[in-house]
């Protein structure tokens, strides 16, 4: 099976697993009386229709350029990631202030054996799904299923929170800690909504930066650097310059390899076909130039004037 298939294929099983959870939990949250578990149900349902976008972004990926997208459709990966962070940050908030008015008030009680039974179910589920996308997302270098991946992360850890407060007010009752009981479902929550919205922010951080067209991590720009500065000695060139930029999986470079002397155009071009080799070894969606020259003074002619300092 291709990439593609294979991308398309989990995107699809894990919009009809997150879909009937959303659905699913929402009505047991309803029934239970739990704030917890209907955040869970929002959160997997909200989940499930961005995931089905997630297709689309995939299948748009894999075209080739054309006349109205030119340099390729590598940018609808991170501007969906932003989009999608930025509505799951809202939801989370949305319903962590309605938790904290309710635990301003008088609180409430959940149906414990309805609500454990689904949450345990809806945790185990999570947690294998979480599994399997990561894995697929490190061997397929998918940003969009990296971001699934966490978002079932998440799912997991919210589905945690709604167990830690079933069994939370399980023993409060129990233990005869009765006005304790009322404020665990809305505290678990907001605590959680706090703890996991540190990465959607960072995700929404990362994507925003590259959407804008942002250096790639120092990693990624140390490792450009070696592979392309080891063919410049192995050549004897004098030195190089390597501009780079990442959008979602696409990794667009620019490598100019200033020349001692000239030297014959098939010679070059045997030379930039080893080191594109090279670079598209180290990622498979990378597309680079590679400019050899002796005088560098051109080069400013290639930026805008007004950055340049270039007059007209």
């Given amino acids: 099976m291709s990439k593609k298939n294979t991308e398309l294929t989990l995107l699809r099983v894990t919009t009809i697993i997150c879909l009937a959870f959303g659905i699913l939990g929402i009505v047991a949250a309803h029934r239970a009386h739990s704030k917890s578990m209907f955040f869970d149900g929002m959160y997997s349902l909200v989940q499930s229709l961005f995931i089905l976008t997630s297709g689309i972004i995939v299948t748009l990926l894999f075209r080739k350029d054309d006349e109205r997208f030119q340099f390729g459709y590598s940018a609808f990966e991170p501007f969906f990631i932003v989009i999608r962070s930025v509505v799951l ?135 450009l650097k070696k592979i392309v500065s080891k063919h410049v000695k192995k050549n004897d060139f004098l030195k190089n310059e390597i501009f780079a930029a990442k959008q979602g999986r696409n990794l667009s470079i620019t490598a100019y390899i200033f020349l001692k002397k000239e030297m014959p155009l098939k ?29 560098s003074s051109w080069i400013p002619l290639s930026l805008p004037s007004a950055i340049s300092g270039r007059t007209s």
């Avoid at 540190?198 to 720009?221: C, F, H, M, W, Y």
């Fill in 267 to 295: 010679q070059l071009d045997m030379i930039r076909k080893d080191i594109l080799s090279d670079l598209q070894h180290y990622c498979s969606w990378s597309e680079a130039d590679i400019v050899f020259t002796i005088d």
């Fill in 89 to 223: 940050l809202t939801m989370n908030f949305s319903l962590a202030f309605g938790a904290l008015g309710s635990a301003l008030k008088e609180g409430y009680l959940i149906d414990t054996s309805l609500a454990l039974s689904f949450s345990l179910v809806s945790l185990v589920v999570c947690l294998i799904v979480w599994q399997i996308l990561s894995r697929f997302a490190k061997n397929l270098h998918s940003p969009v299923l990296k971001a699934e991946a966490r978002s079932w992360f998440l799912d997991s850890a919210i589905s945690s929170a709604s167990v830690l407060a079933i069994i939370g007010i399980g023993v409060a009752q129990r233990t005869g800690h009765l006005s304790l009981a009322y404020y665990i479902d809305p505290i678990i929550t907001i605590v959680f909504v706090l703890a996991l919205s540190p990465v959607l922010s960072s995700q929404l951080r990362d994507n925003t930066r590259e959407l804008l067209g942002g250096a790639p991590p120092e990693k990624i720009q140390k490792n």
